[in-house]
């Protein structure tokens, strides 16, 4: 089984860097991805790590620890159109298995 | 761009009533998911395959079954609605799992 864990909400202003969290208890593992969730829109692909380290696209990066079980998606000279909802999810080895597991989302708020 | 479609965006059903969602996709992709999101709990997956007629539950099938028949198309079928299925559902196609398309969504609300 796994278990993922990231902060509910994270509050920000425009302009300013926040990092969102996620901690997850796995039996094997391939990798972790991101997705970003507009109210009332679709989840779109935002990266995947599978190895440790810094994946930066753009103004977001993304950072897995494998050791640690921990990885966190770093969002840079935020806009008002970053807030959103956040999901990281985890695929792990058990069972040869395809089933990502999702965690329950952080709400990231931008304040002006 | 990748295309994922569901067949309605907002539907509404009666109690008991049999339900049919729809998704298509159009990039060739081996995999398909359906998942419910609720409030709080994230996405949660009901059903999964990986082929042409092929399927595997997920972490919530009950009250639910699938159908994929052809592998541009996952339908989602719920036999009898029930009021506590009314839910966001939202379908997804991949080439790899780690990097999944979804499609727009399909509020169901079952009176």
């Known amino acids: 089984g796994q278990s993922l864990e990231q902060p509910s909400e994270v509050t920000a202003v425009e302009g300013a860097i926040v990092q969102i969290n996620c901690t997850y208890q796995?039996?094997?593992?391939?990798?972790l991805s991101w997705y970003q969730q507009h109210d009332g829109g679709a989840p779109t692909f935002l990266s995947y790590n599978a190895l440790d380290g810094l994946e930066e696209t753009g103004r977001f990066s993304s950072f897995l620890s494998r050791s640690d079980s921990y990885g966190y998606l770093l969002l840079q000279e935020l806009q008002m159109k970053d807030s959103a909802s956040y999901f990281c999810a985890v695929r792990d080895t058990e069972g040869g298995s395809y089933i990502p597991t999702f965690g329950r989302g952080t709400s990231l708020i931008v304040h002006p | 761009d990748v295309k994922v479609t569901q067949s309605s965006r907002y539907l509404v059903k009666r109690t008991g009533e049999k339900v049919f969602l729809e998704c298509v996709q159009d990039?060739?992709?081996?995999?398909m998911f359906w998942y419910r999101q609720d409030p709080g709990l994230g996405l949660r997956l009901i059903y999964f395959s990986y082929d042409v007629k092929m399927k595997e539950k997920g972490d919530i099938p009950e009250g639910y079954s699938v159908s994929r028949e052809k592998k541009e198309r996952f339908s989602l079928i719920l036999e009898s609605a029930s009021t506590n299925q009314t839910s966001m559902y939202l379908c997804a196609s991949s080439l790899q799992p780690d990097t999944q398309y979804f499609g727009p969504g399909t509020r169901l609300t079952v009176l």
């Open positions: 796995t039996s094997g593992f391939y990798g």
């Open positions: 990039m060739d992709h081996e995999n």
